[in-house]
């Protein structure tokens, strides 16, 4: 950053931040929060204060608090040398925006990776009585990489004992060497303790490989899985593997995610996932013909998992970066560049199809509802505005179950404004499948890829059909049929969807309940140096 864009920056930080406002929403349980008026910009999901953010990195709990690290580079809104930014929260919505946790130093960029509580004091790097937070990440070298070198990506680890606040980087980095492959990177490391080891998952390539520690600094190598599972039309990324119980009963089934760029469903980026089983060395999927996507828009990537959650809790809790690699650095946003998806609990559940994986959001976004406009029954041909409502609602979250007749085509549920722009979310009944598309949502100047429909198959049974709705200004997440099918997408309309419509195309539908909830802004708080 060049001195006068700094000196631009001491001057538009300030405005942007006094051009917020502050509200406090009524009840206990609820908190107090700000409204910023960035165009564009998320009210209730994550986003750095300022530059370029993907991948959420290093997600662990630890003394009350969640802590997201991401990478991060704070000096221009496109990518560039990878940092790891910071920020914690008590409630997974609200968050503590931190100094950078992670810079870059000789041995490269800090690219993606995970963070553990080393509660038994394995690695030496804390002590008994203060156990130490250990991040394990890849070092990307820049200069080997430039020399055409393929040993470029290397693992290293950092330390924390004073709850993630300050760090300090492994004096014998790295603590995995390179054995010769271009892409070597995003270690998830998770301590198993039916053999009593850590273990990493690495992607590699085109597959991942499992490597096991009694220390978190000296790593052999256990097995390799996924030369011949899944999709692989690009680069194998961010990888994730846990346990899960299958229908919250006592059969255990293993998870593990898996980021592609390119190759996704509809171009670029997407996770796909497997479900099977592992035994402290070896990942065996249960199905090695079949490719399961975690979420059937286009923005949702890099995903992956807290560890540490309480057993109390018992959530496996996932964030994802919601943007895609074919326009992420292009999207039309001035001061920041991308959003997180909201935490969502992930689930296994069993349906006709098999085991699937299932995403629900967090139960703490009941912290930030407000008030509710109810709808009647009703019959729905053609389109029906929903008037009469108190608030906006391109900060909302929307519940509707329709009733699936013989003639229904395609229903669903519309955002719209003055412009002619809108984002319709809705169910495609000779498709069987849901579907987001944002066709005329607004800009797409950007990006020959942006547009488009995206549709998730439904496997569930019946005729209700049920849709769980969150618009965040540029965003929509469909959570549907209980969360058996998911499509995230982001969109950026010339002004904000002022009114919300429903839809029959081609027949009549009937609307069972619906209801529509805004939801309250957590605002942008401001670096702390706690």
């Not at 256990?222 to 846990?242: M, Q, R, Y």
Request: hydrophobic share 35%; aromatic share 12%; proline share 5%.
């Amino acid at each position: 950053m060049n001195n006068l864009t700094r000196i631009l920056l001491l001057f538009i930080i300030p405005l942007f931040y006094n051009s917020c406002k502050k509200e406090t929403v009524p009840g206990d349980e609820n908190l107090s929060l700000t409204k910023n008026s960035e165009k564009h910009r998320p009210q209730f999901h994550f986003t750095p204060p300022e530059m370029w953010m993907n991948d959420p990195n290093g997600m662990v709990y630890l003394n009350g608090e969640y802590h997201l690290f991401y990478q991060h580079y704070p000096d221009s809104t496109i990518w560039g040398p990878m940092h790891w930014g910071h920020a914690v929260s008590k409630h997974l919505l609200e968050w503590e925006h931190l100094p950078i946790a992670l810079y870059p130093d000789s041995l490269g960029y800090i690219f993606s990776g995970s963070a553990v509580f080393d509660e038994r004091n394995t690695s030496g790097l804390g002590s008994k009585e203060n156990p130490p937070l250990v991040a394990i990440y890849t070092y990307h070298n820049v200069k080997g990489e430039k020399a055409g070198e393929i040993d470029y990506q290397t693992q290293g680890i950092a330390y924390s004992v004073d709850s993630g606040r300050n760090w300090e980087k492994y004096q014998d980095n790295p603590v995995l060497d390179n054995p010769g492959i271009k892409d070597f990177r995003d270690p998830k490391v998770f301590w198993h303790d039916e053999t009593s080891k850590w273990v990493m998952i690495l992607a590699v390539d085109d597959h991942v490989e499992m490597f096991g520690s009694k220390n978190l600094k000296s790593w052999y190598k256990l097995s390799e899985f996924g030369k011949t599972a899944g999709a692989h039309g690009g680069v194998w990324e961010c990888p994730d593997l846990f346990p899960l119980p299958v229908d919250d009963k006592d059969l255990q089934k293993w998870v593990m995610l898996l980021s592609i760029n390119p190759g996704g469903l509809y171009g670029g980026s997407a996770t796909q996932y497997f479900v099977g089983d592992f035994d402290g060395e070896t990942f065996k999927n249960d199905n090695p013909d079949q490719t399961l996507w975690l979420d059937y828009g286009k923005d949702n990537y890099a995903g992956v998992t807290w560890s540490n959650i309480p057993e109390s809790d018992g959530r496996r809790i996932f964030m994802g970066w919601m943007s895609n690699w074919q326009y992420a650095q292009a999207v039309p946003t001035i001061a920041w560049r991308s959003a997180m998806t909201l935490p969502r609990s992930l689930h296994l559940k069993t349906t006709n199809d098999g085991i699937r994986l299932v995403s629900l959001p967090v139960k703490e976004i009941n912290g930030i509802r407000n008030e509710t406009h109810d709808l009647q029954e009703q019959k729905i041909t053609g389109k029906i505005e929903v008037t009469d409502m108190s608030f906006e609602v391109t900060t909302s979250e929307m519940i509707f179950e329709f009733e699936l007749t013989e003639n229904a085509s395609e229903f669903g549920v519309e955002l719209f404004n003055g412009l002619g722009q809108s984002i319709s979310v809705g169910f495609n009944a000779s498709r069987n499948s849901f579907y987001v598309d944002r066709t005329n949502s607004g800009n797409h100047n950007f990006s020959e890829d942006f547009g488009g429909i995206h549709y998730a198959p439904r496997i569930s049974r019946g005729n209700t059909i049920k849709m769980h709705l969150f618009f965040d200004v540029a965003s929509v997440e469909l959570f549907a049929d209980d969360g058996t099918a998911v499509i995230t997408d982001i969109f950026f309309p010339d002004e904000l969807y002022k009114g919300v419509r429903l839809f029959s195309n081609m027949g009549t539908v009937k609307l069972k309940s619906g209801k529509i909830t805004e939801l309250n802004s957590i605002g942008l708080n401001s670096l702390t140096d706690k």
